[in-house]
T-cell receptor
Framework: NAGVTQTPKFRILKIGQSMTLQCAQD?????MYWYRQDPGMGLKLIYY???????DKGEVPNGYNVSRSTTEDFPLRLELAAPSQTSVYFC?????????????FGEGSRLTVL | GNSVTQMEGPVTLSEEAFLTINCTYT??????LFWYVQYPGEGLQLLLK?????DKGSNKGFEATYRKETTSFHLEKGSVQVSDSAVYFC??????????FGAGTQVVVTP
């Protein structure tokens, strides 16, 4: 099984450029999440979705946008990239929110903004 | 919202040593508690969990007990291996099931 697939794995952007990080899962999970991981800071939730057509902000949504047109896909859009968005981004999914807590993570996308 | 404090790393150990990683949390209500592990170059994966007070989660030789009175969920392993070298994250869940990750503790096990 592919699980959660993220692309690209690495990307370098210039300040002000835009890009989309792709995330797809093949487990028919309802819940999907985007996190960013900064050194020594743990993971911070950017956006999440509880199903197709429904998204909501997490802790650090500024500078990002998401959409959820299908159950499988949950792309993260960066508009006007800034150096503060240099980070490793993880997409995750889960079947249900009800305290199961078992998130399935992708391998991450390392983004550098110069 | 919830918050979580983990001991800082890196924690460096010799093979077969005893490992403890402390984790304390603040939360409203009764969260479920989780430990996730991140091996080099990979995403996080669930290591173990406990959903109510005094529950003990266990997996791969690791254990952690849900201590409601001390709001703690310390991770332990009696005899670590080189393959246990990774970053470990403690995470309580809120009432909506969203996880609050700690900063992570890097563990380095040497032969």
């Amino acid at each position: 099984n592919a699980g959660v697939t993220q692309t690209p794995k690495f990307r370098i952007l210039k300040i002000g450029q835009s890009m989309t990080l792709q995330c797809a899962q093949d487990m028919n999970h309802n819940y999907m999440y985007w996190y960013r991981q900064d050194p020594g800071m743990g993971l911070k939730l950017i956006y999440y979705s509880v199903g197709a057509g429904i998204t909501d902000k997490g802790e650090v949504p500024n500078g990002y946008n998401v959409s959820r047109s299908t159950t499988e896909d949950f792309p993260l859009r960066l508009e006007l990239a800034a150096p503060s968005q240099t980070s490793v981004y993880f997409c995750a999914s889960s079947y249900s929110k009800r305290n199961t807590g078992e998130l399935f993570f992708g391998e991450g996308s390392r983004l550098t903004v110069l | 919202g919830n918050s979580v404090t983990q001991m800082e790393g890196p924690v460096t150990l010799s093979e077969e040593a005893f490992l403890t990683i402390n984790c304390t949390y603040t939360a409203t209500g009764y969260p479920s508690l989780f430990w996730y592990v991140q091996y080099p170059g990979e995403g996080l994966q669930l290591l173990l969990k406990a959903t109510k007070a005094d529950d003990k989660g266990s997996n791969k030789g690791f254990e952690a007990t849900y201590r409601k009175e001390t709001t703690s969920f310390h991770l332990e392993k009696g005899s670590v291996q080189v393959s246990d070298s990774a970053v470990y994250f403690c995470a309580p869940s809120d009432s909506w099931g969203k996880l609050q990750f700690g900063a992570g503790t890097q563990v380095v096990v040497t032969p």
